[in-house]
């Protein structure tokens, strides 16, 4: 139902024809076309938990009405972007930018009281994940706090909406991740749940 691509290098940031931020290729952005035209899908998300806005995923998804994004990431930070201003050219576009500092309360709050109820609107075929670990409080790249335990709780209720409206279906993508450690207690308790059933 569900399967994980420990992918390197990162993708979310590289744009329709510019690579940045240690991405050349944006595989959630080609994953999705790829649901789209391969599987004709006509409902397709990418949920992005990296520390960093994805601004590349963003910026190909935001002009098709059949994607949504969603985001939760540092501001201010690297790319800079990712206000909860962009929408998106059909209202299909969420971000949700924390301070830094902000820790588990503030990252769970985020998706309970503004992702997940927009994604259960939207109705997704398929979710597809932008799992980047670097928003870990161990992590030297940014100062979001997040909790290892934090990485299980999203990913189970992502699973949530998978099992209501897409029969399971994820696709979960490597992103960020730079203190070692982190990165596989963060992945471990990540698939952990990917393997869970209903």
Same mark, same amino acid.
């Given at each position: ?56 995923? $963003? ?14 990431? $540092? ?38 009281? $503004? ?31 997040? $909790? ?51």
């Amino acid at each position: 139902e569900n399967v994980f691509c420990a992918t390197r290098p990162p993708g979310h940031h590289a744009e329709e024809s510019t690579a940045m931020g240690f991405c050349f290729f944006n595989s959630a952005a080609i994953a999705a076309f790829h649901a789209k035209v391969s599987h004709k899908m006509e409902r397709i998300a990418v949920v992005d938990f990296d520390v960093h806005h994805g601004n590349g995923t $963003q910026h190909i998804l935001e002009t098709d009405s059949k994607m949504f994004y969603a985001s939760s990431h $540092q501001f201010p930070a690297y790319p800079g972007t990712g206000v909860s201003s962009e929408k998106g050219f059909f209202e299909n576009v969420v971000n949700v930018p924390l301070m830094p500092g902000s820790g588990s309360k503030e990252f769970r709050s985020a998706y309970v009281e $503004q992702i997940l109820p927009r994604l259960k609107l939207f109705m997704p075929e398929i979710i597809i994940i932008s799992a980047g670990f670097d928003a870990h409080v161990a992590d030297p790249l940014a100062q979001l706090e997040v $909790q290892t335990e934090d990485y299980r709780w999203v990913t189970r209720e992502l699973m949530k909406i998978a099992y209501e409206f897409a029969e399971g279906r994820i696709v979960s993508i490597l992103e960020g991740g730079y203190n070692l450690n982190a990165l596989r207690e963060s992945t471990q308790v990540h698939i952990e749940a990917l393997m869970e059933k209903s």
